[in-house]
């Protein structure tokens, strides 16, 4: 059963030393990813998942390690061979060395069908009381200077899934259309149905703590009890 759930982008640019000294221009996101990740671990709860995209669908046995060396700098996450993708690694940063010891996790693939995503939040909610970190960017179109380039209908589907996060509305991000979502770059929609899988037809107290696209990029905190 979802107890609590917490929604992180995962930029590289949010580790400060790959920040350099652009690092203060995502202060305010690193305030509020800080506080989603603190509101999550004070809820009770058996179980701690982290879920985030990447190339396959699999789960990470152990305590899985990951770096950030392909981006710049070799900060690493976790001891041993480095075998996380960017968004679990971002994950077990903003976790810290004793949550992420302890937390499972899991790659969606980013072209996973949404049935599939379900599934998997369906399976990972599991039996007991499962606290879960879903690490999704939104849309990577949205100004001229974005990665993909400004896309007109990227904005409207970046604001219906900073609603749908506010409003803990798990109906709406199932909703998320795949093809449309690859269009228009969004490297959260699969991670963001594995939420709305996990939180079936509950209705969870929701708050958005951070909605900002500082480089074309959605970037969304949220919390949902």
């Known amino acids: 059963m979802l107890v609590a759930a917490a929604v992180c982008p995962h930029p ?3 580790v400060p030393a790959l920040a350099g000294a652009a690092a203060p221009e995502l ?7 800080a506080a989603a990740v603190e509101a ?5 709860h058996d179980a701690l998942v982290v879920v985030g995209g990447g190339e396959t669908t699999r789960s990470y046995g152990g305590r899985p390690a990951g770096t950030l060396r392909p981006w710049g700098v070799d900060v690493r996450v976790g001891a041993g061979e480095p075998v996380l993708p960017l968004s679990l690694t971002i994950g077990r940063w903003l976790l810290g060395d004793q949550a992420g010891d302890r937390a499972a996790f899991h790659e969606v693939a980013l ?3 949404t049935g599939e995503c379900l599934r998997l939040g369906e399976r990972l909610a599991g039996d007991g009381r499962t606290a879960l970190l879903v690490m999704g960017d939104g849309s990577a179109r ?6 993909g380039y400004l896309h007109p209908a990227a904005p409207p589907y970046n604001e219906g899934i900073a609603g749908a996060l506010a409003g803990g509305d798990a109906g709406a991000l199932a909703a998320l259309d795949p093809e449309e979502a690859a269009e228009l770059w969004v490297g959260g929609r ?3 149905q594995v939420l709305a899988g996990a939180a ?3 209705r969870p107290q929701a708050e958005l703590l951070e909605s900002t696209a ?3 990029v959605g970037y969304f905190v949220a919390t949902w009890t």
Do not use: I
Request: hydrophobic share 45%; aromatic share 6%; charged share 20%.
């Open 12 to 14: 590289p640019l949010l």
């Open 27 to 33: 202060d305010g996101l690193r305030t509020a990813c």
């Open 40 to 44: 999550l671990l004070a809820v009770e």
């Open 111 to 113: 072209d996973a069908s």
């Open 142 to 147: 949205l100004t001229e200077k974005a990665p």
């Open 190 to 192: 699969a991670a963001f």
């Open 200 to 202: 079936g037809g509950a």
């Open 214 to 216: 500082p480089y074309g």
